[in-house]
């Protein structure tokens, strides 16, 4: 029930403190570390702990996006409102943007392990209750959208702890290459559960989801628990500091480090910007191609497959790439795809535009999780990934809430030519503004270094 992997809790070993002040952090290869014995060296049994993480954290996965999908179909079938799907989007995200802010605080305070533990465990209970109830005949929608408020929540409480987790039994010069994989799990998941949910929803019903989901929580947090995560060291241990003025430093932090304020700011923009080439695809299928449910499936499968190559790519080559470069690029190739596919007028070269698509999102989404990873401190991670979880669970709404409706004014061809060319500014404001020319020439300055 988990969207993104943990990071153990690193001791003071793991990282060096980064820059309040505004420098540049780490942008290149951050730690070069080629020789493998050095990292096997630096954190002993790392590959059989991620190893064990990522299984569970894939099996639990699973069991949410088989959620996701049969909760969708049935409100869908039952309902045919649009209105019930939109509540559903509302209570499905915005709790977890909420709720985010504390997690956070939490996963730089607590057992980010127990965090994790703790919140598929709840989720996985809520779960459990409702398929309990639905057997009995309960089958109210304020059931429906009270657990998905609740798995929301938790989303937002294991969300930041699995981001503050994984470099603590990384080495840093892994991290890349292990984002990459779990990237690549990922994507072949998103292959993997709508057949699956469509399985078990047409041969019982999504009560018997329910159940799969609550084994595979299950199923997770035992292999979780196998896990030794060492117990986080703070540098200001020795100060009395309460819940709120780590709640507070948090903010601060994010507001004053001009690095990972410029890494969140275009994150967040290029979120809501790519929202109409992954959302509004499927509508200009059928309003251009034809509503036949195969050109749909391929469109999907086009896009999957090409973040599950992309992942695997980013694992193999990219693990020793220039950070922001990576960033910078892949939102150039992003503004290009988007502009091309709302010139496209054949259908078999817009779906090859939609696997290149998926092929760039881990050149973008790896690097700017990782370069994070690398440059926060142990301590201030829970609280960075929180506000990484409130951009992810506020991004897509807002973008669907601009494009949705401009998408029943004017043809879909046109947003994504628009979008493209609003991908393309985003490039270039981020190289003009003085935290984007310092974190550039930083990264630049150390992968020269590296080589």
């Known amino acids: 029930m988990t969207t993104t992997p943990p990071q153990d809790s690193a001791g003071p070993e793991r990282g060096t403190p980064g820059p309040h002040d505004g420098a540049a952090p780490p942008g290149g290869p951050a730690v070069a570390e080629a020789d493998p014995a050095t990292a096997e060296a630096e954190r002993p049994g790392w590959r059989r702990d991620v190893t064990v993480f990522l299984t569970g954290q894939t099996v639990s996965l699973?069991?949410?996006?088989?959620?996701?999908?049969?909760?969708?179909?049935?409100?869908?079938?039952?309902?045919?409102?649009?209105?019930?799907?939109?509540?559903?989007?509302?209570?499905?995200?915005?709790?977890?943007?909420?709720?985010?802010?504390?997690?956070?605080?939490?996963?730089?305070?607590?057992?980010?392990?127990?965090?994790?533990?703790?919140?598929?465990?709840?989720?996985?209970?809520?779960?459990l209750a409702l398929a309990l109830l639905m057997m009995a005949g309960a089958d109210d929608l304020w059931l429906i959208y009270l657990t998905l408020a609740i798995r929301s929540a938790g989303a937002g409480i294991q969300t930041p702890a699995v981001g503050a987790l994984l470099p603590q039994i990384v080495p840093t010069s892994r991290l890349m290459r292990v984002n990459g994989i779990n990237g690549t799990i990922q994507a072949a998941l998103m292959l993997l559960a709508p057949a699956a949910a469509?399985?078990?929803?047409?041969?019982?019903?999504?009560?018997?989801?329910?159940?799969?989901?609550?084994?595979?929580?299950?199923?997770?947090?035992?292999?979780?628990?196998?896990?030794?995560?060492?117990?986080?060291?703070?540098?200001?241990?020795?100060?009395?500091?309460?819940?709120?003025?780590?709640?507070?430093?948090?903010?601060?932090?994010?507001?004053?480090?001009?690095?990972?304020?410029?890494?969140?700011?275009?994150?967040?923009?290029?979120f809501v910007l790519i929202v109409a080439p992954s959302y509004l695809t499927p509508l200009m299928v059928v309003r251009t191609f034809g509503d036949e449910v195969w050109k749909l499936t391929v469109n999907e499968v086009a896009f999957s497959v090409g973040m599950m190559l992309g992942g695997g790519a980013v694992a193999a080559w990219a693990a020793n790439a220039n950070r922001m470069a990576l960033l910078l690029r892949s939102t150039l190739v992003f503004g290009v795809l988007s502009v091309a596919m709302g010139l496209s007028t054949n259908m078999w070269v817009f779906f090859s535009l939609m696997f290149?698509?998926?092929?760039?999102?881990?050149?973008?989404?790896?690097?700017?999780?990782?370069?994070?990873?690398?440059?926060?401190?142990?301590?201030?991670?829970?609280?960075?990934?929180?506000?990484?979880?409130?951009?992810?669970?506020?991004?897509?709404?807002?973008?669907?809430?601009?494009?949705?409706?401009?998408?029943?004014?004017?043809?879909?061809?046109?947003?994504?030519?628009?979008?493209?060319?609003?991908?393309?500014?985003?490039?270039?404001?981020?190289?003009?503004?003085?935290?984007?020319?310092?974190?550039?020439?930083?990264?630049?300055?150390?992968?020269?270094?590296?080589?």
């Not at 947090?221 to 020795?238: E, K, N, Q």
């Not at 500091?241 to 410029?262: M, Q």
């Not at 760039?360 to 994070?372: E, I, K």
Request: glycine share 8%; charged share 10%; net charge neutral.
């Open 198 to 270: 469509a399985a078990l929803y047409a041969g019982w019903d999504i009560v018997a989801i329910f159940f799969v989901d609550v084994v595979t929580a299950v199923v997770g947090i035992a292999l979780l628990l196998t896990i030794r995560v060492p117990r986080l060291v703070r540098s200001d241990a020795d100060a009395p500091v309460g819940y709120f003025d780590d709640l507070v430093a948090g903010f601060r932090y994010v507001a004053h480090h001009a690095f990972v304020r410029w890494v969140l700011g275009l994150f967040a923009v290029v």
């Open 356 to 451: 290149a698509l998926g092929l760039a999102v881990p050149f973008f989404s790896t690097p700017s999780t990782t370069v994070l990873q690398e440059t926060v401190e142990p301590e201030m991670q829970g609280r960075v990934f929180g506000f990484v979880g409130i951009v992810m669970a506020l991004a897509m709404p807002v973008g669907m809430a601009v494009f949705g409706p401009l998408a029943d004014r004017f043809r879909v061809e046109q947003l994504l030519v628009a979008a493209g060319i609003a991908l393309f500014a985003v490039v270039g404001l981020a190289m003009a503004l003085p935290s984007g020319r310092r974190s550039i020439a930083a990264a630049g300055a150390r992968a020269t270094s590296d080589a």
């Open 62 to 127: 699973l069991g949410s996006m088989l959620v996701q999908y049969a909760v969708m179909w049935h409100l869908t079938l039952t309902t045919q409102s649009g209105t019930v799907l939109a509540v559903s989007s509302v209570v499905g995200f915005l709790p977890q943007a909420v709720v985010s802010v504390f997690g956070g605080v939490w996963a730089d305070r607590l057992d980010r392990r127990a965090l994790i533990i703790g919140a598929d465990a709840t989720i996985a209970v809520t779960t």
